[in-house]
């Protein structure tokens, strides 16, 4: 008896900016060479550092929770990308999740949880007291995953 196997996906985490388009772009890109899923990841994080992150998708829609906004504001990321990159199937088809957390843990974790092949993610390039006080996220996840990390930087940032 053969047992089916579930291939692993790609995993890409988002934060709705340049660098995380450009990782997405990426890892659809990798998505269609390996023949594997994507999914793209959103975790629901509104910083000390950052109060009101998500304040643009609550206040235009009105919604009362923070997971709706994020939620709405992931739907349009993915919604934008896919449009501007119509040749890219691989977008169409991909499976987007939204959780709660830390960011560099709760990557992790889904990372895990889904046996992602690898994760795909976006670095702004923190530099000086602000990249000693606050880390990355990417550095973090490179660090502490146990699948390979691909960190993404864009050109327009």
Do not use: C, N, W
């Not at 008896?1 to 995993?11: A, F, G, N, Q």
């Not at 990321?77 to 896919?82: L, R």
């Not at 119509?86 to 957390?101: A, I």
């Amino acid at each position: 008896m053969t047992e089916k196997r579930r291939v692993e996906p790609i995993l890409v985490p988002v934060d709705f900016s340049a660098t995380s388009e450009a990782a997405l772009l990426h890892a659809a890109g990798l998505a269609r060479y390996l023949g594997r899923p994507l999914s793209v990841l959103h975790v629901v994080h509104d910083p000390g550092a950052m109060p009101g992150y998500y304040s643009r998708a609550l206040k235009k829609k009105q919604l009362s929770r923070i997971e709706d906004g994020a939620a709405a504001m992931l739907e349009e990321f993915i919604a934008s990308v896919t449009a501007k990159h119509p040749e890219l199937g691989e977008l169409e088809r991909q499976e987007s999740m939204l959780v709660k957390g830390l960011p560099s843990v709760r990557i992790l974790e889904v990372a895990q949880r889904t046996k992602a092949s690898m994760i795909v993610i976006g670095s702004k390039g923190l530099t000086g007291l602000k990249h000693l006080m606050l880390g990355s996220v990417a550095e973090q996840v490179a660090r502490l995953a146990q699948v390979p990390v691909t960190i993404v930087k864009s050109r327009g940032d």
